[in-house]
């Protein structure tokens, strides 16, 4: 989803959407304020009301921001030729390493969906609510399909396909919940925490060891 | 850990964390009051402040008693004479059994931590958070060490032995996520949940399809 501006403040959009993720990370929404995202910003309050109109409207553009990234990482993969397996095993390095460095964007997109599960008290946040869940939905659809396409051909073994999306998600997704980055970190050292998390996915759904594991 | 009461108030202290479970798992601490608690309850805010003196102390108590029913469900387990691989399984399935059937305290535990990874706010608030914090993590050194000797003993394999236990315990919480009973659910139903998540667990740790497996 993408968000109309007028020409020329694209750049100061995202570093406004940057400022938010990270304040949205530290405190969670609710103790969350358009004030404290302007302070971070060192700008006044006006710039990010020229953007949005309210605290859950910058809200949920951060976490559409975070569902963007995340199709992004993984669309080179969706129409992949060959075994169904392989195409899960890019799509999932490729979803957990926008897990870890989009962290900040990921923890409001998981926020989201619990405030959802919560009950959403506004009709506002209702409909936004809404929009980012079939937003997120439609995401998990393409892992749905590579799961089923990768039992079909006898690659994984599961029992019921929608524990096994939960599991697999919430392996993959860890990391937004324990990794921070170190100083003098590389992206190997980040990709090398990824294959960590998919390995484990992998072979929890059934892969033979072989299939699994990353050493290609 | 305990908390001591008058002779006589234990099942009204029980009464009123059993509903602060489920008003925190719906609405989150900050969106709680005691009020919301007290509605709930039937009863009068005089009635929880007997025993709590504040809506972080109320909090507290319900975490801990999550981290309660944890420690007493792997209790039968943790000295099993046998291999470490059948002492895991053991208290991993007590474990994911005790997020279904605990599932409101578990959230709560879920969120204290989430709080102190943002970083707590008043003074008292760090004591209480640090304590949990500690209570937390000596139930998850339970679970390191029988990993441990499960990988010496030669039926895991994994590489980072932190990640691992992260791994693990995100694929065994899974539940509080996105389990909710059913209508004429059986214990049967649940266990049926837990060992599939026990599997994916100890299969995404490295133990062969044989050893992970529930047909036990």
Chains 1, 2 share one sequence.
């Not at 975070?66 to 992004?72: E, L, Q, T, V, Y």
């Not at 799509?91 to 959403?120: C, K, P």
Request: with cysteine.
């Amino acid at each position: 989803m993408s968000i109309s501006t007028p020409r020329g403040s694209e750049e100061g959009l995202h570093e406004i959407l940057r400022v938010a993720a990270h304040c949205f990370m530290e405190r969670g929404y609710a103790e969350t304020s358009i004030d404290d995202v302007a302070r971070r910003l060192g700008s006044t309050k006006g710039r990010i009301y020229h953007f949005f109109a309210s605290k859950a409207d910058l809200f949920f553009a951060v976490a559409e921001e975070g569902m963007d990234r995340n199709f992004a990482a993984i669309g080179p993969y969706l129409d992949a030729a060959g075994r169904a397996m392989d195409r899960l095993k890019s799509m999932a390095l490729a979803h957990t390493m926008s897990m870890i460095e989009n962290r900040a964007y990921q923890r409001s997109v998981w926020e989201g969906v619990a405030i959802h599960l919560r009950g959403a008290t506004t009709p506002e946040q209702r409909d936004r609510l809404a929009a980012l869940i079939a937003y997120r939905d439609s995401y998990s659809d393409r892992f749905r399909a590579a799961l089923k396409a990768a039992k079909e051909e006898g690659d994984l073994q599961f029992k019921d396909a929608g524990i096994a999306l939960q599991l697999m998600f919430l392996a993959l997704n860890s990391p937004i919940f324990w990794y921070s980055p170190r100083h003098g970190e590389t992206v190997e050292d980040r990709l090398n925490l990824a294959q960590q998390c998919v390995e484990f996915a992998l072979r929890g759904l059934g892969a033979p060891a072989a299939m699994a594991g990353m050493t290609m």
